[in-house]
C-alpha cells in the first residue's frame, strides 16, 4: 500500500471494497456450528474488516512509532478505511438487501452489514503475508526462530537490513549482536536516526502503547486487539495506570503482558537464555507474548 514514500490511497479503497465484498460472502458461504449461531449471524451479518503491517507502513514512511505523527496517521488511515467500507457496504445492501435487523439498529443509513471493521492480532496470516502483526510494533530488529523438528532459523528485519545496508553499517556481527539484545537501543554501531526509528515493543512507554490501540479504536466499530508489552520489572501501579488510560481513552478492551510473568512464553529476550539470543516460537509474529493472550 505505499508508493515511494506515500500511501497509495486510491489502491487501498479498491482493496477495502474487495475485503468487504469477501467477507460478507463468507457470512453466506460460512458453515455455523448451530442452528441458533447461523441464524444470529445471518440476521446481522457483522464482519470485521482489519489490517496488519501498520508497524512496517510506518518504518516505510520513516514515522516513528511512539510519534504523535504515528497517532494522526492512524487516524487518518482507519477514519479512510471505515469511511469506504461503511460506502462498500452501503452499495451491497442496495445489491443484495440491507441485514435482516437492521430496522432493530441505530444506523442511519442503510447498508448490509451491522458492523464492517476490527482489528484482530493477525498472527498466523502475517506470518503468511511476511509483515508485521494487526497495529503491533516490532517486538524484536533480529530473533532466532525456533521451527518445528528443533530447527531454529535466523531471521530479522528486511527494512534494517536494507537501510544498514545502504547507510553502511551492516554486517553479520551487528545482527547477531542485536539478536542477543532484541533491541538496537543504545548501540553505538547503529546511528542515532535509526535508533528512533526501529524501535521495538519494550522500547515504548505504555502510554504510547495505549494511544495507539486508541486511535484505531475511535474509527472501528467493533474491537481492536493491542498487546500492552511491559518490562519484567513493571509495578502494579503500571499495569492500573494501562487499565485507566485505557479506559479514559475509551478503549473497548485491553490486553497488558509483562515480560516473563509466565512460565513459558512465545519469545525470549537473549539475555535471558543460556543460547543469547532472543528466541521466538514457529508461529509467532508479533504483538502478545504469552501463549493464551485473551483479545
Known sequence: MIQGEKIDWPKLAKTVALGVRFLDNVVTLNK??????????????????????????????????????????????MRFIRKHAEESSGKLGKEKGVFPNYHKSNLKKKRRNATVLSIAP?????????????????????YVREAFGGVQLFEFNQQFEQLARYRGFYSSGLLQTIARRGSVQGMKEVPKDVQVLFVS??????????????????EVDNAVSKTINLPHNA??????????????????????????????????????LQEAHTRVHSEYSGGCVSRDCSF
Open 32 to 77: 455455523y456450528p448451530t442452528k441458533d449461531i447461523e441464524e444470529l449471524c445471518l440476521a446481522n451479518r457483522k464482519i470485521g474488516l482489519g489490517v496488519m503491517g501498520w508497524a512496517d507502513m510506518l518504518l516505510s514512511l520513516k514515522i516513528k512509532y511512539d510519534s504523535q505523527k504515528a497517532l494522526d496517521l492512524a487516524r487518518e488511515l
Open 122 to 142: 493477525t498472527g498466523s496470516i502475517s506470518l503468511i503475508a511476511g509483515v508485521s502483526s494487526g497495529i503491533e510494533p516490532l517486538f524484536a530488529i533480529s
Open 201 to 218: 515493543a519494550l522500547d515504548i512507554p505504555l502510554e504510547w502503547h495505549v494511544k495507539m490501540q486508541a486511535a484505531f479504536q475511535a
Open 235 to 272: 509495578s502494579i501501579g503500571d499495569v492500573k495506570r494501562a487499565y485507566m488510560l485505557a479506559w479514559k481513552e475509551k478503549c473497548k478492551g485491553i490486553t497488558v503482558y509483562r515480560y516473563g510473568s509466565k512460565e513459558k512464553q512465545v519469545l525470549y529476550l537473549g539475555e535471558h
